[in-house]
């Protein structure tokens, strides 16, 4: 028993639900194991990357990529200071999360990959196709996040150990990956489901999980406000479903995480009134926000879209709704360059007021 | 210089003055005012022993060994040489055959024309060499040099002499309140040490917190051995170093006392850790030595003894509150050093002017004080400052000095960050806005803390008065944060070199929110700090639960991760579990809505347990541990509402899972009982028809396995069709494989219709060893 979310992924090629072109791509993948190629995996979030990157695995070496196992590993750093990493590894990959390691990921990539990428797989008679896995599969999460030195440390690996090794690379977005990486990869989107395929995916829980449904109509509005992250959908319908008595009815609210519903209310605000006044409180509300472990670029983001789309007609006009964009495009940009997230954030805010108040 | 005895302490005995002093027969005979030697000592900034006696003049004393030095000056001894020719003739007046009065004037004429003498010198000497810093010549030299802070100075003299019992066997004399408590003595030190065996000293600097300590030790009799911040004070070094000072024997007579100056850098946790590990390692051998006097065992056990701390380690510092001294501080005995007052300060600046012929008018003298702000370094610097600017001559001219050329001499004296964002926003009427903008820019310069003045602008500007279209002008600053923000970056990528353009925008600030309007002060809250706070605490909570999951549960760490879990899965999993469970009527539906809840509280690796209310102290409330809900809640109202509505819920589900687990456990004591039972009767039967049918034997077998595995995981139900598919086993198996039977493990399984059949037998005492032995080999 677990949340719907992990209880209903897909364990096999044979049972992704969504995308079925992509699905096919895979299958092909995975009929000759021998020629996998290095894989570059990107698309939004909740779009089932990584799902679809333990099928293939599952695939190709069989369902002992489900047999994980966390080893704590150490690392000396250049400075002789001792690392100590998490990995969760089977016995036909080894997974690295970035995030984790902070700076010294290029440390981390270049002896953990050397060091498997140097060891020869030697058990060949247990997995169904003999010499499927003479290499070693490894799945770079967030790949994204990878420094320009561990991408650069990748590079030649990646070549000179091919035989021994197979990079699985997970992003959201592939703008921060260097060139010479995308190159030695094959480039795999993964699509957010689109509406109808979410539909018919939460259908198949609801009958599954006997939640008793009004009509269709709420699956298909949790659909829409899910925004094809079948995650969130189905996060969605299962806190909606335990709440509601396992009655799903079309009056049903549905429920967002807090922090959105916090950044939607601070726009209808900036929207309503926009005085000094307003402009503290929103500053009190983006402290609450980043103090939440909320990134300054995510709020960002969620709080354009929300002026953008603004609840109340004839506020934001076409020339007005061009010019937050373009603030937002600009203070998106500070946000990377600088440190200081609330002057950013605020100043954001103040623009925006000041572009709204004008008459353009 | 040979080691003086030490002298007694002005609070320890009566008269201070007269117990260092020789007897006046010798006073008198000795020619003790020897200004040869008085040349010798000014030149090389040494006063020997200076008091003030109780009439309030400076006596000087020398030691006697100087008296060989008598004859090289003869000339200017006349005075002092007709005391002694005449000392008989007061007899009557005095005990000592000196007229105490005429010794006096002796004494004040002598120091006349001592001052002439150093006058002529100084300006001789000037010229030869070049000049030794004041501050140095001015340290203290012993108790009464001392400024201000009477009572801490015997406070540190008190806590030292508490050492004399350990150090020099020498036994204190009784306090009077210690007679009162005498009934305590378990918790006296056997010792008699003090109870806290590091004195930390702290205070601002300039005023002498190291030249107290110096002076005072060594007036307990101690020699010093300072630590300071210009020795190597990493690891093992220190370590060497402080063991061997405070352990070891040294050749001079003079038990060692460890001054550790500076100890509040960054850089010292080692030196630090250092200090704890000794006072660790001395509260054992303490204890140990407590035991054993108490047990009435002899000891001698000299290595243990070795742990014992006998010498005094006194620490100085500015910070007390530098995250460093964080765990050194319960050991110590903390003494804070205030500033000396201004009437004490002013006292020795004076005697420095005229010791160094000096001409400074008191005003002046005054104004120093006021712009050190009690640093008496600092005033004693500027103070050389001043004589060597003013001239050959040491004549100060008072003009020279008004107090607008006293600024630019002074230290820069900075305001602190938030006094100047104050000022910031205040717009003063009566002076010329060019004028006050240079003046602030002067002072963001000076106080250089850009970053702190910042913030605080940032955080004041909204709540302080000025004019102003909508929103315009926090939308223009914005601007100007992103710059500063720019420019403060450089301190990580550029060395800081674009910083200095930082002082432009709380100018800016200035330009835009300076108002006439702000008069009162506003108090800056750093939000940013607090912020950076919570939000650590609330990745730590992510990360503990991100870390429970892998390890609990393996399986689900590939598609954990920490963003997902932040933006997504923790907000919804809250939802969830604040689910009102009371107003659900159908119970089947209850049921099954509990069941889901505690599913996903035991896959996240959830638990429920009491928690202290944050709004009140003694309540407990039931909560989740890791606490989500910090994590995941942000709206105030929705965070009441849930917590008030939780508590019921989370009754409710303890109240379950205790039940489950209940259950759980009972079922596996039956089912365990069952076992036992079955595994019993198969004995039995075994016995019974030892030579009976194999196949019997194999069907038993095969039974009590797979009950065994079914009580290892009693979740799985036991299912009969498997238990129909163990059809028979094949009449195969014959005598000759039963004689192995009790050594060797059979494990057969078959399957399907085709009925086939798997043994495995090894051979072999243990796994090493243990090998494969195939059916044929059997059969052969």
Known sequence: ?360 | MDTQHPLPTPSATGSPAFQGLPSLETLGESSLFDFGKQKEDTSSGEIINQFISSSGQTVQLQKKKMRNANETASGEFSVAGAYSSNGQEWKGDDSYGININNLLDAISAKSNNDEERANVLSSTNSKKRPQKLWVEKWRPKSFIDLVGNEKTNRRILGWLRQWSYAVFKEQLPELPQKTHNNEVTVDMDPLQRPNKKILLIHGPPGIGKTSVAHVVTKQAGFSVAEINASDERAGQFVKDKVHNTLFNHTFSDSPVCLIADEIDGSVESGFIRVLIDIINKDNKATNRLRYLANTQTKSKDKKRRKNLLVRPIIAICNNLYAPALEKLKQHCEIISFKRPSDNALQERLEHICSKERLDVPIKTINDLIDLAQGDVRNCINNLQFMATNSGSLNQISPEKNDSSSWDTNGKDISISWFKLVNQIFRKDPHRSPKDQFSDLLRQVEMNGNYDRILYGCFTLFPSVKYSDIGVMKPAEISDWLYFHDLMFKSLFEHNGELLRYSSSVPLMFFQKFGDIANKTDLRVKNMDFEQREVTRANLDIVNSICQAIKTESPGMAAFIHRTSLIFEVLPYVDYMISTDLTKIKNVKVKNIIIENLLGILKNMQLTLANMNDDSSEFRTVLGVTPPIHKVALLDQKRMKEAMNKRTGNFQLLLAKSEEKRVKKRHLDQVLREKSIQEDARNKRAKVSNNAGNTIDFFKSQYASMKKNSNNEDDSRPVSNSTKGKLSFISANSNAKEEGDDDKAGHKNRSSGENSRMWIKYKAGFSNAVRKNVTWNSLWQ
């Open chain 1, 1 to 360: 028993m677990s949340l719907w979310v992990d209880k209903y992924r897909p364990k096999s090629l044979k049972t992704l639900s969504h995308s079925s072109d992509l699905t096919e791509l895979l299958t092909s993948l995975s009929e000759h194991p021998r020629d996998l190629p290095h894989l570059l995996l990107y698309g939004p979030n909740g779009s089932g990357k990584k799902t679809r990157c333990m099928a293939l695995l599952e695939s190709i070496f069989g369902p002992g990529v489900y047999r994980l196992k966390i080893d704590i590993r150490q690392f000396v750093t250049a400075s002789n200071r001792k690392l100590e990493l998490n990995v969760v590894s089977s016995p036909y990959h080894i997974e690295i999360t970035p995030s984790d390691m902070g700076n010294n990921d290029r440390i981390v990539i270049q002896e953990l990959l050397k060091e498997i990428a140097q060891m020869e797989q030697v058990d060949f008679e247990n997995s169904k196709e003999g010499l499927a896995h003479r290499y070693k599969c490894v799945i770079i999460n967030e790949a994204n996040s990878l420094s320009r030195d561990a991408q650069a440390a990748l590079r030649r690996t990646m070549e000179k150990y091919s035989k021994n090794i197979r990079l699985i690379m997970l992003c959201d977005s592939m703008s921060s990956i260097i060139a010479p990486i995308k190159s030695r990869c094959l480039l795999i989107r993964c699509p957010a489901p689109a509406n109808d395929e979410l539909v018919s995916i939460l259908s198949r829980i609801v009958t599954e999980e006997n939640v008793q449904l009004e009509s269709g109509v709420i699956l298909n509005n949790i659909a829409k406000e899910a925004n094809g992250n079948l995650r969130v959908a189905t996060l969605m319908l299962e806190s909606m479903a335990l709440s509601n008595e396992m009655q799903l009815k079309t009056s049903t609210t549905i429920i967002k995480p807090d922090w959105i519903v916090v950044v939607t209310s601070m726009a209808n605000k900036i929207q309503r009134e926009r005085t000094v006044g307003c402009l503290v409180e929103c500053r009190a509300v983006l402290y609450d926000l980043l103090s939440h472990c909320i990134p300054a670029k995510t709020i960002l983001q969620e709080l354009t879209f929300a002026l953008v789309n603004s609840p109340i007609p004839g506020i934001i006009t076409q020339n007005k709704m061009i010019k937050i964009i373009d603030l937002a495009s600009t203070f998106d940009e500070r946000l990377s360059l600088g440190n200081k997230a609330i002057f950013h954030l605020e100043g954001f805010i103040a623009k925006c007021m000041v572009a709204i108040d004008s008459d353009i």
